[in-house]
């Protein structure tokens, strides 16, 4: 069995005793929470390596923990992968703004979730062990790779961890114009069920975070009819 920790977040005990199956013969340990509280107790306590989160809980929903998570800073790169029944692109979109790294619709094939776990977490490593030159820069904006810390003019921002891949693939190639498909394949290892809307609510939120003026992005520009590129202020 590997060390990863995967917490599986669901009211529903068959789901609950589906997914550790699968994800037990796959060879992660698994923790359990029914509810939102203890979800939330059991991360801070126990810092899972992923959270499998459903949204529709009986006390804290699915968005209120991930909004959370994210604002805390000991905890905001934790991999989240919602899990839920609700299936229209705006209740994706919300729960990737927020700060979801990926979103399986329900009823899905567990295979499928496993895969999307191994791929998220193969990622996570592969980070941990880069080899090639760990500081990438452009304008005042600074990435250390092995430390996971992005510095803007001297101060840290909080990245999630979708966030992080997705600003290292585009500090690495500077000026590549990437399509939102290169952009998740390359940085996420995944085609988030090909909604190319899902790479627009992390850029959306990377700007946020980075640039000085939204209505004008110097770091991340739009190419029109294409997709993103890294530039650098003037």
């Given at each position: 069995?590997?060390?990863?920790?995967?917490?599986?977040?669901?009211d529903?005990?068959?789901?609950v005793?589906l997914?550790?199956?699968?994800l037990?013969?796959a060879?992660?340990?698994?923790?359990?929470?029914?509810?939102?509280?203890?979800?939330?107790h059991?991360?801070?306590?126990e810092?899972p390596d992923?959270?499998?989160l459903?949204?529709m809980?009986?006390?804290?929903?699915?968005?209120?923990?991930?909004?959370?998570?994210?604002?805390?800073?000991?905890?905001?790169?934790?991999?989240?992968?919602?899990?839920?029944?609700?299936?229209?692109?705006?209740?994706?979109?919300?729960?990737?703004?927020?700060g979801?790294?990926?979103?399986v619709?329900?009823?899905?094939?567990?295979?499928e979730?496993?895969?999307r776990?191994r791929?998220?977490?193969?990622?996570?490593?592969?980070?941990q062990?880069?080899?090639?030159p760990?500081?990438?820069?452009?304008?005042?904006?600074?990435?250390?790779?092995?430390?996971?810390?992005?510095?803007?003019?001297?101060?840290?921002?909080?990245?999630?961890?979708?966030?992080?891949?997705?600003?290292r693939v585009?500090l690495?190639?500077?000026?590549?114009?990437?399509?939102?498909?290169?952009l998740?394949?390359?940085?996420?290892g995944?085609?988030?069920?090909?909604?190319?809307?899902?790479?627009?609510?992390?850029?959306?939120n990377?700007?946020?975070k980075?640039e000085?003026?939204?209505?004008?992005?110097?770091?991340?520009?739009t190419?029109?009819?294409?997709?993103?590129?890294?530039?650098?202020?003037?």
């Amino acid at each position: 069995m590997t060390h990863e920790r995967i917490l599986v977040v669901d009211d529903d005990h068959a789901v609950v005793r589906l997914m550790r199956a699968y994800l037990q013969s796959a060879e992660y340990e698994v923790l359990v929470a029914y509810n939102g509280k203890t979800a939330l107790h059991t991360i801070r306590r126990e810092r899972p390596d992923l959270v499998l989160l459903d949204l529709m809980l009986p006390d804290l929903d699915g968005w209120e923990i991930t909004r959370t998570v994210r604002s805390d800073p000991y905890l905001a790169t934790l991999p989240i992968i919602m899990v839920t029944a609700r299936v229209t692109d705006v209740d994706k979109i919300l729960g990737l703004e927020l700060g979801a790294d990926d979103y399986v619709t329900k009823p899905y094939n567990p295979r499928e979730v496993v895969a999307r776990v191994r791929a998220r977490l193969r990622i996570q490593r592969d980070m941990q062990h880069l080899t090639h030159p760990l500081r990438l820069h452009v304008g005042e904006l600074i990435m250390d790779v092995d430390l996971r810390r992005v510095m803007l003019a001297g101060n840290e921002i909080e990245l999630t961890a979708t966030e992080f891949d997705l600003l290292r693939v585009l500090l690495q190639h500077p000026g590549y114009v990437w399509t939102r498909g290169e952009l998740i394949r390359t940085a996420l290892g995944s085609d988030f069920d090909g909604i190319d809307r899902t790479v627009d609510s992390h850029i959306r939120n990377l700007r946020r975070k980075i640039e000085p003026d939204l209505k004008r992005p110097t770091y991340i520009q739009t190419v029109y009819g294409v997709g993103y590129r890294l530039g650098a202020p003037v």
